[in-house]
């Protein structure tokens, strides 16, 4: 087991960008989204597909035949003869187009669901955004405030250390001293935490993650 990341070093804060240009950037690179885009146009392309169901089939034939004998010539003659015929059909069959349309209302309710999933995505991503931008702010805060604490509690412990030294303050006051030092310390590495945690969010929200 090994330590991936020294949690005590600075790490720099991204650059904040409007929320529309973060937006746009989740469109067009989350996996997931795009994911349920290529959804909707396939369900569009498959009812589209559907519609040649309700119209007539119409096919055209031609055949040739050269034997002997030929079994379209009457009377049959022992010799080679040639014919041929061409025609056109057409066929319509009433339960394609009622299987048809049953199928374009199935796929047309796929389709909306996805839309409607779509949606959703945009909004909880634009939430998730945000939440990873006031995350990012109040660790900034939390950072700036806990480092003027923590070098106070340092100071204050240095002056205890003078003090007990000079016999002017108790053991206990010291040892009540070294634990603010301990709790500012720990609190300066909480913000560390909170600020790399929001980082996180915010790279994960446009598809950043790799």
Do not use: C
């Amino acid at each position: 087991i090994a330590i991936g990341e020294d949690i005590r070093k600075d790490v720099a804060a991204p650059a904040s960008l409007q929320l529309d240009d973060m937006m746009k950037r989740v469109e067009e690179q989350r996996l997931d989204y795009r994911a349920i885009i290529e959804g909707i146009d396939a369900r569009d392309k498959q009812r589209k597909a559907e519609y040649p169901n309700y119209l007539p089939r119409v096919s055209v034939f031609g055949v040739a035949d050269y034997a002997n004998p030929n079994q379209r010539i009457f009377p049959q003659e022992d010799k080679y003869t040639g014919t041929w015929s061409v025609g056109i059909q057409a066929t319509w069959n009433i339960n394609d187009a009622l299987t048809a349309d049953n199928n374009r209302i199935k796929l047309q309710a796929q389709t909306d669901e996805l839309r409607a999933d779509a949606e959703n995505f945009v909004r909880q991503t634009r939430i998730q955004v945000l939440q990873a931008q006031q995350s990012i702010q109040l660790a900034l805060f939390d950072l700036k405030t806990s480092e003027k604490g923590l070098k106070a509690a340092e100071e204050s412990y240095r002056v205890r250390q003078e003090l007990l030294d000079a016999g002017r303050a108790t053991a206990v006051e010291l040892v009540d001293s070294e634990t603010d030092l301990t709790n500012a310390r720990i609190a300066a590495l909480h913000a560390k935490i909170d600020l790399r945690v929001g980082i996180a969010q915010l790279a994960h929200a446009p598809g950043h993650d790799g």
